[in-house]
């Protein structure tokens, strides 16, 4: 199984991923992934945690994908890519790579091709990702669609220059082999994300910019055909919370949440007072969110 927790910045994302990944450590090997630049698992578990797996606790791995390593394995492969494809054009190739690393899509890009790589795994019986705020990882979950039809406009557009220079009959060209591998590439991820293996949870806090945001995201994941499996609802005072006034405010995106999504599972998990860090902590939070996997 795979779930992706997903919301507004400073929700508590990663607190709730750890503690889910904790509930599946006890009953099979988990990893649970950053995909999140600001990375915070290690600050949680009190421990080092870096781009290589490493082992939390019996049967618990975790890694943060680390956005430089992945920038340079991403300008790796598509190195490979041109020597494959490309030579004929006669690129400047140091400025081909030098425009790609500066292009503000390449470090997505590249974090794009590690989230594929996990999501893939089957090593693991539970991976569960801690993704950065909402239009970044929508953006990243979104993207095998958008690649998929880019992909198939250079197939396209390749056997129009084939074509073109007489080349229709050649059996082996390298730019459509290799096009026609990203495309498999990416109908796969995008069978994957869609799949009942996969649950998207989002989190929030019960405050109106939350709420706002994470109907949102519902609204844009469900035009793709990606249904939220639930939500959780983080950082709930009690009544002895002592500013009325964020009482009833709370209480309003609560009754909100109740009149809009009422037939979604929801687990609501209460304002802990200090921060989540640590096993023992976290094992707290860990009794409120396995209602998400009852």
Excluded at 136 to 162: A, N
Excluded at 235 to 253: A, C, H, M, T, W
């Amino acid at each position: 199984m795979k779930f992706l927790f997903g919301g507004k910045g400073g929700v508590g994302k990663t607190t709730v991923a750890a503690a889910s990944a904790l509930y599946w450590a006890n009953r099979g090997k988990t990893l649970i992934v950053s995909t999140d630049p600001a990375h915070s698992l290690a600050d949680i578990f009190e421990t080092a945690i870096g781009g290589n797996e490493t082992r939390i606790r019996e049967n618990l791995f975790a890694l943060e994908i680390d956005a430089q390593k992945s920038l340079a394995g991403y300008k790796q492969k598509l190195l490979t890519q041109y020597h494959r494809t490309m030579q004929e054009f006669e690129l400047d190739l140091d400025s081909y790579l030098e425009t790609i690393e500066h292009n503000p899509g390449a470090f997505e890009s590249a974090i794009f091709d590690e989230f594929a790589k996990h999501l893939l795994r089957t090593d693991y019986d539970t991976i569960i990702f801690d993704t950065a705020p909402t239009g970044t990882t929508l953006r990243l979950i979104f993207m095998p669609e958008y690649l998929d039809s880019w992909i198939k406009f250079l197939i396209q557009s390749r056997k129009g220059i084939l074509k073109l220079r007489d080349m229709l009959v050649r059996e082996k060209d390298p730019v459509i082999e290799t096009l026609y591998k990203m495309q498999e590439q990416f109908q796969q991820i995008a069978a994957v994300l869609k799949s009942d293996e996969t649950k998207i949870n989002l989190v929030l806090n019960p405050e109106t910019l939350a709420y706002e945001e994470t109907a949102r995201t519902m609204k844009t994941l469900a035009f793709y055909h990606l249904p939220v499996n639930a939500l959780v609802v983080n950082r709930i005072v009690d009544e002895n919370f002592p500013y009325r006034g964020y009482l009833k405010s709370q209480q309003k995106i609560l009754d909100k949440l109740q009149a809009k999504f009422f037939e979604m599972t929801r687990v609501n998990v209460p304002f802990l007072g200090e921060e989540v860090k640590g096993i023992a902590r976290i094992n707290e939070l860990t009794r409120y969110v396995e209602k998400l996997f009852r």
